[in-house]
Each structure stands twice: as structure tokens, then as C-alpha cells.
């Protein structure tokens, strides 16, 4: 075998001192050896470089063509019944005013979700921030009741969204010092959420001991948000903004920066200085904010006004569609909460107009949550195709 | 796993000529677009010699193998195993042809025993039960058979990197492979770790199993291959059939088409005032055990010091707590007068010290981001690059536009995300971001790590010009070439402190190996190749 002991080149030339290689540089490739794929052609290639848009387009059309089968197996016509579904939601008065309504909370869940996934975290306790929130709003509405409505309106959209960060904040601090999954913990903090609110406006503090059902008090009169020209809900254009400023942050702003860094690489984001503890806080807290303020809207802009059972709904799980469906993008929370917003606006008129059970937009939401949710699908039709980070290394037989 | 047992057992070697072609390649080409990753490539590797494909970062080398491996389909040419021109459809149908791969990242399951990733893909079963015993067994037979100590039982996460390639090979063995692929075996290996892997490839060779591995280290090369294979823009350039009169010059020439000189050539150090001065420091790694145990050492201005020593020594547990990324116990680290000991990494940055890591891909780049914000990766929030809270990306971009030509990063544009760069050209981008922030203390840990040829002179150029301009250097290094080449003053880490320190000038390579190595043996599992 050969000397080991590297000559040490005794009889290198000078030249070499510049240190540019161009002489070689020129046409060596500049995409890495491993993991590089060919950029696909056509169609499909098409289809690839799109697939923020085509996946979530995909899961919706699928979710539909599912739900045409389900209608179809009740004896409806399916076509009938989406055009009933979606005239309802936005070509009458009522119906449009409900979707915007339920449009509202929804892209503030919606961003709840987004936020925490750039950060690499994922926010199933949207509903419990939201439920937080609206309690919140409860309380401070009623507490202040005598003080001037538009005072109301701020102190208690403020103590929702204290709340509602609060409420996240316990899952990131479990998250930073004791290493508890966000997942596992805001899943309890949602059912301890419900627990505590069902106390509290049932026989508790909070509750309306006038009213024969479970009860918060009622917002004061003057302090309700009335549709903006009987037509528009406050919060809508609230939560439009914020998905804006949202976006504009994650974009624009040293924060955005500090949160995507721990979220793509958090071992970078140490040797860069940024703190994950620090994103993970500030990143919960925010969302649980977003998602108290829906919690507030909730409770101030629609009747009766008052924090009951039930009130939330299944919102705050819905983020998680609309988040998902949106790929995290907080603009993209928009187009998805307005469809999520149609179609549960426009849920009920099924069964008035047709008897057909307004579950089947349970169902509709679940599958396209299902399609979205599983990368697994873009894998099948991208397959080889896919970005780098969503393919795995080729091993054996892969 | 009974099938093993009837794995080829050492045949005696027939002489050159005579011997089987177990691989043929006749003018395979690959395009991926526009670009040629290899052109016409022709090849042969006969029974029981150990190839080596030589080449720069984005040579086509990878691609090739992953060819033959079945992991890519050719656009044209035949690849021919034992005469059968049949084309390989996916690696199962590779392995099932006697071709095994060992992948530069590893593919194994970190929380399963050893033996359990060997019986992993064709698992046996007894009686309905997994058979590990027989697993065990396997894992016994082949290790001794081939001189590859590993426990069968120990978990993969806990094995050190070297013991966990030789899993891989193991498993590449249990599949009864003529012919292995090793894609740059030694990247991730320790000195020590290569030697011994050196030693495991001839021993394999001499048993019959054919080896093709990819390699950028001219002496891997020249210590371990019978012949060689050079690929430069994809196209094989050279080739040398016997190798016992061939230096690593001649190889680098032809690699990079030019003369690379391999010793840098450098002014005498002027060295000024003391810039890092480390007192008794002690830091514990990750699993709570102390890696650096009063570990002393000055760097002045103006001076480059190398920190040789054998990986797992402390070097990364030193480097991550001086640059703020790990708590220290006891002991102080100043940055000229200042106290640095307790700063984190944002304030040790802030302070002037650039940190090159020794793990590019996990510490210093962030791949999905541009070039351009990974260049300000640690400075994203100071002036002119955001103004308050608002990052201002016309400033990003210039400044990314002006190191991209200044540190000779091949990319289309400085929005390419790192990580579609090669080796060299992330590391550049790294160096790029640290050296233009002017820092006081440059650390650099592995620099040149799976780095291209070409690239390795270029940053060490820049190392040598961050001296001139007057930066302590602490260079912490695996490759005592690089030691050599670049240190005026040369430390040696073993067991978490310094134990020599002596002048780079004529510096004995015997000697710093010897000191390396410690007093005992610094051998844990391991075996001496046998010729």
C-alpha cells in the first residue's frame, strides 16, 4: 500500500495563491449530488411546482365527490344539494351574514394553528383558547356593565385575548420547562377548558341564576357589535387584518425571522442565538391571543350574546382544517375559512330545505381534513417528485 | 436467518487478469435537464479489487452509483453485472444481484438493537416470533468472519459513528453482496475510524467482495484501492490501473485539472496581544460526562492555532461552549479582556468571535432558507439588515450579492435555498458569514469537511488571509493535513485537555500522532487490520 505520509508537495507552483478556481468552477453543476432530483416536465410538472394550491384543491374536490355519495346514499340529488348549500351562504342576506359571522372566528383560529406550525409546533387547543377568550369577554362585559359600551367592547376584547395567551401559555411553558408535548397538553387544556366554563356558568361565579338553562350573563345592550350596516360583522374586518399583519410579520419582521429559523432548524437557530424557548412562547402566546379575540367576537357579535354551552362549537378544530388547508400559509387562512365558514353557515338550510342531515358538512370538513392531513397522499401523486424535505432518503427497496 | 451460512467464504484471490468482472460500464449517461451529471462513462470492476471513484463535490459521483444501486435509471449506456446487461429496476433488485450500498447517511433505526436493524427487510421468524436469537447469531458469524467487532445487543443511538458504519456493512454483508458501494465512507469517520475502515475494506477484498467506494481524500485513495477512477463535470478524466507509483499530486491534478497545492503557502505569523485565553475549562457533553476536563490554551492575534486531536475528545464540546452554544462548569473563556465564560451564543457572536461548526448542515445553515438569509443568519436583526424590527431585504441582498462573488459561491442567484448547494458551496456560504463579520476570534471546526478539493483551498486561503488581517484563529481539525498545512502553532486535545503544544513550522506528523493517540491506546472495540 501506499505511503501514508502525505508529500507535502514540495514542488507546488506558486500560482496557486489565487484562490478561485474558475478555470474549473464554470461548469460544475450547482445542485448538490445527493437528494437532487430532476425538475419534472409537463403536467405534472405543473402540477408540482403548484401544489400549495393543488393540494388543498384536491382534498376539497375529493372531499365533495365523497360527500356527493354520502348525499346520494340519503336520496338526494348531491348537485341540488351543494347549490342549496352554497346559494344559501352567499347569495341571500341571512345566510351571507352567517357565513361572514362564522367566517370571523374561523380565519383567527385559523391563524392560531398557522402560526405555531412555522414554529415547528402544532396548536390542537384552539377550541380551549377560544372557549377562554369568550368567558373572558363574558366576564369583563358583564363586570363593567355600568361603564360607557364602547369601554366594554375594549376591556373585554383585551381580557379575551389575555386569557386566550394565557390559556396557550400554560402549554408552551409545560413545553420549554418540563418538555410536555404541546399536542398532549392542549388537548387537556381544552377538556379542563370545558370543565371549568361549564362550573363556572352553571350554578357558578359566572352564571345567569335567572335564565332556567346554563348561562353566562348577557352582554349589555349597548355593548353587542351589531352587524356594520346590518350587513358586515366588526370582527371580520378585524380578523382580515390581522391575517394580513400576521403574514406580514412571519415575512417581514425580525420575529417572523426568529420563529421560522427555530421552526425549519432549531439546532441553527441556537448557534444563531435565537432562543426556541422565546419562539415557542411567543409563538403560543400570540395564537392563543388570536384565538381568545375569536372567542370575543364569538360572544360579542352573535346571539344571544351570552357564553353557554356549546357556544364554541367545534371552531377551534376547525382551525385545524383551515390551517392545514391553508399549508400554513396566514393569508391562505382566508379562502379556507370562508369556505369552512359557507359550508357551516349554509349546514343548517340543508335540513330545512331538503331533510337532509346537516352532519354530512361534519363529514365533508372531516375528510377534507383527512386529505389535507395526510402528506401521504401528495407522496402517492408526486411520489418521486416530492420536495426534498417530504422524501426520504432511498434505502433499501424504497 | 440460516441463509447466511452459506455466504462465500474466503476464496483464495486469482491473479489480476484472470479474475471475474463482477461490474461493466459502457458509456452511461445521465442529464438532469441541461446538466450532464455523467457523460459516456465507462468502467469495470473485477472480483475481489477495491475501486475508488475519485472526484470533486458535483463530479457525478454520486449519481453514478446510484445508478448501478438501481436508485436512478441511466438515459443511455449499459450497466452489466456478471455478464447480464438486464437493467436494474429498484435496489431490491440490486441486492438481489449481489450489490450492496452503504449510503453516506446512514439507514438505520436509532432505537433498535444492532441486531435488530440487520434482520430488518427479511425478518425470520420462529414459530411466529421474531428470531433475534438468530439475528444475534448472524451478527456474531459475520462479525467474526469478516473482523467487525460489534455488539449484537447494543442499541444503534449509542453506538459512536465509525461502530455504526460498520453496522451498515455488516447489514450490506448479511445480504451476500459481491460487490459493496461505499458513497464516502470516511466523511463521517474519525482518523482512527478510517484507518480501521481502510483495514476492514482490504480484508474484505481479500475475501473476494468487491468494493467501489467515493472518496475526495487523495490518501484514502492511495492507501486502500487496487486502481482508480477519476470523475471531473461527470465525465471519467483518468484513470490508474496501479496506484503504488502515483502521489496524491498526480490524483489531485487530475481531479481538479490543475495543481492544487496541498501546503498553503503563508507568511510568518506575526502574532500580537492574547485574543482568547481559556483557563481550566471543564464542560460536559451531552450525556452529563465531563468532555473537556481543564483544558488551557491562548490564540493571539494575528496567529492560526490548531487543535489537532482524534475525534471525541472534547474538540466539539469545547468549540460549542466557547461560542456560547454550551454551558461550561468551571473554568473561564476571555475574548481580550472581556469575560465570555457565560455569554450566549448571541453575545459571544456580538463580542467577535466567528464560529465556523463543525456540522454545517445541522448548525450553520438553515437549508430551506435563500443563500442570501442564511448569510445573515446571526445578524438578521442589526443594522442595515433590518431597521427596528423590520428586516430590509435590499440590504440582505446586496450584501448576499457581494459575498456570493467575493466568496466564489456557485449558485444561480442568492435566493437559492442553501440547501440545494454542494458541499463546498454551503460550506462557503458558512465561512462567507462568519469571515465578513470581521470577527476577532475565527474558530473554525472541521472547515473542510466533505468539501471539495477546490473549495478546500479556497477556504483555507481565507483562513490564512483572516490571519493577516490580524484575527486569532483556532482551528479544530480531524485532518492533520489541515493541521500541518495551516497551523503556526499546533495544540493537542486528548481526553478534554491540551497535552502538548509545540511550533507548526516542521511539525512531525509521527510525533503529534503519537501525542494524538494519548499515552494507552486510544482504541475502544477496535481491531488491527491484517494484511
Known amino acids: ?398 | 436467518m440460516s441463509e447466511h451460512t452459506a455466504y462465500t467464504e474466503g476464496p483464495k484471490v486469482p491473479a489480476r487478469g484472470e479474475r471475474e468482472t463482477l461490474l461493466e460500464i459502457d458509456g452511461l449517461s445521465k442529464s438532469f435537464g441541461t446538466v450532464h451529471a455523467n457523460k459516456d462513462i465507462s468502467l469495470r470492476v473485477d472480483r475481489g479489487e477495491i475501486v475508488a471513484l475519485l472526484g470533486e463535490n458535483g463530479a457525478g459521483k454520486s449519481t453514478l452509483v446510484k445508478q448501478i444501486f438501481g436508485l436512478m435509471t441511466p438515459d443511455s449506456g449499459t450497466i452489466r453485472i456478471k455478464g447480464d446487461t438486464a437493467r436494474i429496476k429498484d435496489p431490491k433488485d440490486a441486492i438481489r444481484r449481489g450489490i450492496g450500498m452503504v449510503h453516506q447517511h446512514f439507514q438505520l433505526v436509532p432505537v433498535m438493537t444492532v441486531a435488530e436493524n440487520l434482520m430488518l427487510g427479511h425478518e425470520s421468524t420462529k414459530g411466529g416470533v421474531l428470531d433475534l436469537e438468530g439475528a444475534r447469531q448472524m451478527v456474531r458469524e459475520l462479525s467474526a468472519r469478516h473482523k467487525l467487532s460489534v455488539d449484537p445487543d447494543a442499541e444503534v443511538e449509542d453506538l459512536p459513528v465509525g461502530t455504526q458504519q460498520r453496522v451498515e456493512i455488516l447489514k450490506a454483508l448479511s445480504r451476500q453482496v459481491d460487490l459493496l458501494i461505499l458513497d464516502e465512507p470516511t466523511a463521517v469517520l474519525t482518523p482512527q475510524e478510517t484507518d480501521e475502515l481502510l483495514g476492514v475494506m482490504r480484508e474484505l477484498a481479500s475475501g473476494g467482495t468487491s468494493i467501489v467506494f467515493i472518496t475526495h481524500k487523495l490518501r484514502e485513495v492511495l492507501a486502500a484501492a487496487d486502481r482508480c477512477y477519476v470523475l471531473r463535470q461527470g465525465e471519467v478524466v483518468g484513470g490508474v490501473d496501479d496506484l503504488t507509483h502515483t502521489t496524491t499530486s498526480d490524483l489531485a491534478s487530475m481531479m481538479v485539472g490543475r495543481d492544487v497545492v496541498l501546503r498553503i503557502d503563508k507568511a510568518e505569523a506575526t502574532p500580537g496581544d492574547t485574543v482568547l485565553s481559556i483557563k481550566g475549562l471543564k464542560v460536559k457533553d451531552d450525556r452529563g460526562l465531563p468532555a473537556v476536563d481543564g483544558f488551557d490554551l491562548d490564540v493571539r492575534a494575528g496567529e492560526i492555532v490548531g487543535l489537532a486531536g482524534v475525534e471525541g475528545n472534547g474538540q466539539r464540546e469545547l468549540v460549542e461552549s466557547i461560542a456560547g452554544m454550551r454551558p461550561s462548569v468551571a473554568g473561564s473563556v476571555h475574548l481580550g479582556s472581556k469575560d465570555i465564560t457565560k455569554s450566549n451564543a448571541r453575545d459571544t457572536n456580538n463580542a467577535g468571535v466567528g464560529h465556523v461548526p463543525e456540522d454545517r448542515e445541522k448548525h450553520g445553515l438553515v437549508g430551506g432558507y435563500s443563500i442570501a438569509d442564511n448569510l445573515v443568519l446571526n445578524r438578521y436583526d442589526e443594522e442595515p439588515f433590518a431597521k427596528g424590527f423590520i428586516r430590509d431585504f435590499g440590504a440582505v441582498r446586496n450584501h448576499a450579492v457581494t459575498l456570493r462573488e467575493e466568496f466564489d459561491i456557485r449558485s444561480p442567484n442568492v435566493e437559492a435555498p442553501a440547501g440545494s448547494l454542494s458541499g463546498g458551496n454551503k460550506q462557503k456560504v458558512v465561512v462567507a458569514r462568519e469571515m465578513s463579520a470581521k470577527p476577532q476570534l475565527l474558530m473554525a471546526a472541521q472547515p473542510t469537511r466533505g468539501v471539495d478539493v477546490g473549495s478546500i483551498e479556497f477556504i483555507h486561503r481565507r483562513i490564512v488571509d483572516a490571519r493577516d488581517a490580524g484575527a486569532a484563529v483556532l482551528l479544530v481539525s480531524a485532518e492533520l493535513d489541515e493541521i500541518l498545512s495551516l497551523s503556526d502553532r499546533i495544540a493537542v486535545i486528548h481526553d478534554g485537555r491540551v497535552v502538548a503544544e509545540l511550533p507548526g513550522k516542521g511539525a512531525d506528523r509521527t510525533e503529534i500522532g503519537r501525542l494524538m493517540a494519548g499515552d494507552s491506546d486510544a482504541g475502544s472495540d477496535s481491531h488491527s487490520p491484517s494484511h
Open chain 1, 1 to 398: 500500500m501506499a505511503d501514508p505520509d502525505l508529500p507535502p508537495a514540495k514542488d507546488a507552483p506558486a500560482p496557486a495563491t489565487e484562490p478561485a478556481p474558475t478555470d474549473t468552477g464554470a461548469a460544475v453543476p450547482v445542485v448538490a449530488e445527493r437528494g437532487a432530483t430532476p425538475p419534472p416536465t409537463g403536467v405534472l410538472g405543473i402540477l408540482v411546482r403548484h401544489q400549495a394550491i393543488v393540494v388543498p384543491i384536491l382534498a376539497v374536490v375529493l372531499a365533495f365527490a365523497i360527500g356527493a355519495i354520502l348525499i346520494r346514499a340519503q336520496g338526494f340529488n348531491p348537485t341540488y344539494a351543494y347549490e342549496v348549500l352554497f346559494t344559501h351562504s352567499f347569495a341571500t342576506e341571512s345566510g351571507l351574514l352567517a357565513t361572514m359571522q362564522k367566517t370571523t372566528p374561523l380565519i383567527l383560529v385559523g391563524l392560531a394553528v398557522a402560526i405555531p406550525l412555522k414554529v415547528g409546533l402544532f396548536n390542537i387547543g384552539g377550541q380551549g383558547q377560544l372557549m377562554a377568550g369568550g368567558i373572558g369577554a363574558a366576564w369583563a362585559s358583564y363586570a363593567l356593565r355600568d361603564l360607557p359600551a364602547a369601554l366594554i367592547v375594549v376591556v373585554a376584547v383585551v381580557v379575551a385575548v389575555l386569557l386566550g395567551a394565557m390559556w396557550a401559555s400554560i402549554a408552551a411553558l409545560l413545553k420549554t420547562t418540563r418538555g410536555v408535548h404541546e399536542v398532549i397538553s392542549t388537548i387537556m387544556l381544552n377538556s379542563i377548558a370545558v370543565g371549568l366554563i361549564d362550573w363556572l356558568v352553571n350554578g357558578g361565579p359566572l352564571s345567569d341564576k335567572g335564565q332556567p338553562f346554563p348561562t353566562s350573563h348577557a352582554v349589555p345592550e349597548g355593548a353587542r357589535l351589531l352587524p356594520f350596516l346590518k350587513l358586515i360583522p366588526w370582527g371580520l374586518p378585524v380578523a382580515l387584518l390581522l391575517s394580513v399583519v400576521v403574514a406580514w410579520m412571519l415575512k417581514r419582521t425580525t420575529l417572523g425571522f426568529e420563529l421560522q429559523t427555530v421552526g425549519r432548524n432549531k439546532f441553527a437557530a441556537g448557534y444563531a442565538g435565537i432562543g426556541t424557548t422565546k419562539a415557542t412562547l411567543v409563538a403560543m402566546a400570540l395564537s392563543g391571543g388570536l384565538a381568545g379575540l375569536a372567542g370575543a367576537f364569538e360572544l360579542l357579535q352573535i346571539e344571544p350574546y351570552r357564553y353557554q354551552n356549546g357556544i364554541a362549537g367545534s371552531l377551534g378544530f376547525d382551525g385545524i382544517t383551515i390551517a392545514l388547508l391553508a399549508r400554513g400559509n396566514p393569508l391562505g387562512t382566508i379562502p379556507a375559512a370562508v369556505l369552512v365558514g359557507a359550508m357551516r353557515a349554509g349546514a343548517p338550510t340543508l335540513q330545512f330545505q331538503l331533510g337532509i342531515r346537516p352532519e354530512v358538512v361534519d363529514v365533508l370538513l372531516a375528510i377534507t381534513l383527512l386529505m389535507v392531513s395526510l402528506p401521504v397522499i401528495a407522496k402517492l401523486i408526486f411520489r418521486r417528485h416530492a420536495t426534498k424535505q417530504t422524501q426520504l432518503a432511498g434505502s433499501w427497496g424504497a
